[in-house]
């Protein structure tokens, strides 16, 4: 190791600001949406040199490396403790490359309401996540499921290629032309073969939607829900809809939530709207509907952790919603520390990627289920593991996991995201750009070894 202090970064000032424990604005540097962390350096760089200069002396030091772009991952990987952060956030920028095109390029450290906004004057969107500060990276690594999902597919099947700065710190563009095998595995694969520095998307048409949501009284959770599945097997690819089981609290009325967005194409009118929506309004007893026409800007909520709790979130991709799934959902949703359940619609242009066009390979799921249990701050692992015994049900009829809601990133979440075939495509990816996994604090893919199949479970 250098005599240099790894503290410091004198040589590469110029590219990046630096702040170290002690310095003003540390401590919020230091913290992110899910975990508090301590580590030795917060940089963040103003360019590709910058982010290239602050590998350069990870890797020198030995610093292990987070990258983080809006720090909303449910495992904290955007901080750690004793090592580098590389926050992301001067690289935000919105750029219109190709109007004719509609090729758009975004810095990866931009927000989700960042780029809604810089697009909405063009009448364009992209489909992206639910929250407003949410970061353009991390999402789409991981795949980037959005409220478009139905109509437009995943953020990564818009992307058409990205800039990114390899461990060496080579600067490298990834597409269908150039170093296609990294271009397959940034669809998906997460952060673990270099650092993205900015995306081109192909943006979509889209001008206002009609969101909002429906309430309903909790009457027979497996009806409702196979009311709501069988409403969305016939719904056009313009609309998406999330049903949310509202944790039970002691003296509240069992409630559930229809979150609901129709994204017309051009043409499309509010009469093509309301016959795509109504059929949620029959779903069951309706104690509020609140359904508008908003511009897509103002779709994205802004996300806030919910103060002196511990949120621990978990999620599966089911092939199909059917009795076994639906029981297995009523039984976690009954459990008595407060859980919320929320089903996300799939399918249409979602499922119409092949599932090895991409790392994310579970194009076949109807639905997504996430669960998120409220918890004391101070609980113990062990209390979270006692917790989400009842969720192990569910997961276990899942065909896959969504990395980007995943609150663990064991071994086995791994080997859930990846199918074998997929994984062992991944791992020669990842032995080609980061053979020593110096960007490892992700859901890590390992380096392929000779005979290496999949991840250690």
């Known amino acids: 190791m250098s005599e240099e202090n790894p503290m410091t970064l004198h040589e590469i000032d110029l590219n990046l600001e630096a702040l170290r424990p002690g310095d003003d604005g540390y401590d919020a540097a230091a913290n992110v949406f899910f975990a508090t962390g301590a580590p030795a350096l917060v940089v963040r760089p103003r360019d590709a040199d910058g982010v290239s200069s602050a590998l350069a002396?990870?890797?020198?030091?030995?610093?292990?490396?987070?990258?983080?772009?809006?720090?909303?991952?449910?495992?904290?990987?955007?901080?750690?403790?004793?090592?580098?952060?590389?926050?992301?956030?001067?690289?935000?920028?919105?750029?219109?490359?190709d109007a004719d095109r509609r090729i758009v390029r975004v810095g990866a450290g931009a927000t989700w309401g960042t780029v809604a906004a810089a697009l909405e004057p063009h009448g364009w969107g992209l489909t992206s996540g639910d929250s407003e500060n949410v970061g353009v990276g991390g999402l789409t690594l991981g795949g980037g499921v959005g409220w478009m999902v139905r109509r437009d597919g995943l953020a990564i099947d818009n992307l058409v290629a990205a800039r990114v700065v390899t461990v060496d710190g080579?600067?490298?563009?990834?597409?269908?032309?150039?170093?296609?095998?990294?271009?397959?595995?940034?669809?998906?694969?997460?952060?673990?073969?270099?650092?993205?520095?900015?995306?081109?998307?192909?943006?979509?048409?889209?001008a206002g939607v009609h969101f909002g949501t429906i309430t309903y009284q909790l009457e027979d959770l497996p009806d409702l829900v196979v009311r709501w599945r069988d409403a969305m097997r016939a719904a056009p690819d313009e609309l998406s809809s999330t049903l949310v089981l509202a944790p039970r609290f002691p003296g509240a009325a069992a409630a559930a939530m229809v979150l609901v967005c129709y994204a017309g194409v051009p043409g499309s009118t509010s009469a093509d709207a309301d016959a795509a929506i109504e059929p949620l309004l029959e779903l069951g007893t309706v104690t509020?509907?609140?359904v508008e026409e908003r511009r897509y800007a103002e779709v994205l909520e802004?996300?806030?952790?919910?103060?002196?709790?511990?949120?621990?979130?978990?999620?599966?991709?089911?092939?199909?919603?059917?009795?076994?799934?639906i029981a297995a959902v009523e039984r976690l949703h009954a459990m008595p520390t407060p859980t919320a359940v929320a089903l996300r619609s799939l399918g249409g242009a979602f499922g119409r990627v092949a599932p090895e066009a991409t790392a994310f390979a579970h194009r076949d799921a109807e639905a997504m289920i996430v669960c998120a249990v409220f918890l004391p701050a101070t609980v113990s692992d062990a209390d979270v593991e006692q917790a989400l015994?009842?969720?192990?049900?569910?997961?276990?009829?899942?065909?896959?996991?969504?990395?980007?809601?995943?609150?663990?990133?064991?071994?086995?979440?791994?080997?859930?995201?990846?199918?074998?075939?997929?994984y062992a495509r991944l791992a020669a990816v990842k032995r080609t750009y980061d053979p020593d996994n110096v960007l490892a604090l992700n859901h890590n893919v390992l380096p392929a070894a000779e005979g290496a199949d999949g991840p250690a479970a």
């Open 288 to 290: 509020a509907a609140k």
């Open 57 to 97: 002396h990870a890797t020198r030091h030995g610093l292990p490396v987070s990258v983080r772009s809006g720090g909303h991952s449910p495992v904290g990987h955007g901080t750690n403790t004793g090592g580098m952060v590389i926050d992301l956030a001067h690289l935000d920028s919105v750029e219109v490359v």
């Open 389 to 422: 015994a009842p969720w192990r049900e569910v997961a276990a009829l899942g065909s896959g996991t969504y990395v980007n809601f995943q609150g663990s990133a064991t071994a086995e979440d791994v080997a859930a995201a990846y199918p074998a075939a997929t």
């Open 170 to 206: 080579r600067l490298v563009t990834a597409s269908a032309d150039e170093h296609p095998d990294l271009f397959w595995a940034l669809r998906g694969g997460g952060g673990n073969f270099g650092v993205v520095v900015d995306f081109d998307f192909v943006a979509q048409e889209v």
């Open 302 to 325: 802004h996300a806030e952790h919910p103060p002196g709790l511990r949120l621990v979130g978990r999620n599966t991709l089911v092939p199909a919603l059917d009795d076994d799934v």
